[in-house]
């Protein structure tokens, strides 16, 4: 067992190194030394953890055993998940951390005792309100993950849920929350604190049934958030300085986040946290119309291409389906040795969870001065005399820019349509994940490729 100033010193080391960690991962070029510092200040973390809890022997045992039965399962999952199942999983492992919170806040309020909290019915006050909101935070990010991850996964619709007085349903249930807790640190009633956290996770859910499939990656940028300040909440419980340092730096880079997107998005960053956007009505919307295009095969994207002197790249989330980022780069070097300028374009939302694509393409080892977000590149579309979208939809829909009807209008997008001749690999016209239709399909300089991305991008190869 090591002193309590031995162990706060090493903790302020590993919240030092979790620093590290985030300033490495806000750059493609510093992300590994990012993850090193990050599972660095980790180890270190959990090592004075143990170190610093006196007559666990016993006990010892069953955790490690837990630990290597959890550590198994997750290495197992990332190693098998796929690039495409990403935000799912991201989504899960945020209900895991608040559902950890919420175990965390049960067992504090049932044995205080053991958390030197004071005893049962006398637990002292500071304790209790970091307690309460600490579960009632972990509740809502457990059940809210739990409707990201089924709209992510297609279990369930990904469409806008609603109903008749939704918003002031949710703001009595929010209010009643800041009762409950007011009443539980009065009385310290063992009903009321299982009557909080009912009502924590009831709002979980009905905070996330309303948004749709187009703002689901902001979504899981504030679950991320979440789950910070519920660790954050339950560190200041456990009297932890690591967890209170981890979590608020999780909390905070995930608020941070979230408003850099809504930003991007052109969205309201308080309706994110309240669940309020994403229900807007699409019906107008999501009808398709029935309008000509103009379709060609993998040759005539090539002769384009051959005859462009720059060409820029739009990857969304067909490109991760179809696991094309590899043939993309081999296509894209095939036009640097006919001495064509290509660049690529990146949407804040592109795919389902920020930088989505940013991974993919750095996976396939694209040149990072290659790579531009939306606000550095967008003049350039109208210069240029070629851009491909693989995959890509709702982040290239014109609609966003003139139809107030539409649930992405006001979402700033990649002005595709202002290039010369716009090459869309697509397998069919179906709508995107917001559920609408695509104007830029139409357009008179778009030719639509109908193919697997990964064998359109192959064939056009070789046709270069």
């Known amino acids: ?16 190194l979790f620093i590290l960690a985030l300033r490495g991962l806000s750059s493609p070029e ?13 180890i270190i973390a959990v090592t004075v953890t143990f170190l610093s809890v006196g007559n666990f022997s016993t006990g010892l045992i069953y955790v490690l055993l837990f630990i290597l039965i959890g550590g198994s399962i997750g290495a197992f999952i990332a190693y098998k998940i796929p690039m495409t199942a990403m935000p799912e999983l991201v989504a899960g492992f945020h209900s895991l951390v608040g559902l950890a919170a919420v175990f965390v806040a049960i067992s504090a309020f049932l044995n205080p005792e053991a958390f030197n909290l004071g005893s049962q019915g006398n637990i002292k ?22 409707i990201a991850f089924l709209k992510l996964q297609g279990i369930m619709s990904g469409s806008p849920i609603t109903f008749r007085g939704q918003h002031p349903l949710n703001a009595v249930i929010l209010i009643s929350i800041l009762v409950l807790i007011y009443y539980l640190c009065s009385t310290q009633s063992s009903n009321l604190f299982w009557i909080l956290l009912a009502v924590s996770f009831l709002i979980g859910f009905l905070l996330i049934i309303p948004i749709g499939g187009a703002d689901m990656p902001v979504v899981i940028s504030m679950l ?25 730096l999780v909390g905070s880079s995930g608020a941070i986040l979230s408003y850099i997107m809504c930003k991007g998005m052109n969205r309201s960053f308080f309706n994110v946290i309240l669940g309020g956007f994403g229900a807007t009505n ?31 790249i739009v990857p969304g989330y067909g490109m991760a389906v179809a696991q094309a980022q590899h043939a993309l780069r081999e296509m894209v070097d095939t036009l640097k040795k006919n001495d064509i300028k290509v660049s690529y374009a990146i949407h804040p939302v592109a795919g389902r969870m920020p930088g989505h694509m940013n991974v993919l393409l750095a996976e396939a080892n694209v040149p990072y001065d290659e790579v531009f977000e939306l606000e550095e590149i967008n003049n350039d579309f109208a210069n240029a005399d070629v851009a491909f979208v693989i995959g890509a939809n709702d982040v290239t829909n014109p609609v966003a820019k003139t139809d107030p009807q539409s649930p992405i209008y006001g979402m700033p997008v ?37 193919a697997d991305a990964k064998k359109m991008t192959e064939d056009i190869t070789k046709n270069l």
Do not use: H
Not at 3 to 16: D, E, M, Q, T
Not at 224 to 248: K, P, R, V
């Open 1 to 16: 067992m090591i002193s309590a100033n031995l162990s706060a010193i090493f903790y302020l080391v590993s919240g030092v």
């Open 30 to 42: 510093t992300s590994r030394q990012g993850n090193f510092f990050g599972i660095l200040g980790m």
């Open 125 to 146: 006050l500071g304790s209790l309100i970091e307690m309460s909101i600490g579960a009632a935070v972990g509740a809502i990010t457990f059940s809210g993950s739990i």
């Open 224 to 248: 991320n958030s979440y789950s910070g300040w519920a660790a954050a909440g339950i560190g200041f419980t456990l009297e932890n300085t690591a967890l209170i340092i981890t979590g608020a």
């Open 282 to 312: 699409e019906t107008s919307a999501t009808k398709k119309e029935q309008r000509p295009v103009k379709s060609g095969n993998a040759d005539d994207a090539a002769f384009l291409m051959k005859n462009a002197s720059s060409v820029i």
């Open 414 to 450: 990649l002005d595709v349509e202002k290039c010369k001749s716009v090459l869309f690999v697509k397998r069919s016209l179906s709508p995107g994940y917001a559920g609408i239709d695509n104007d830029l399909f139409y357009k008179e300089n778009t030719l639509m490729l109908f």
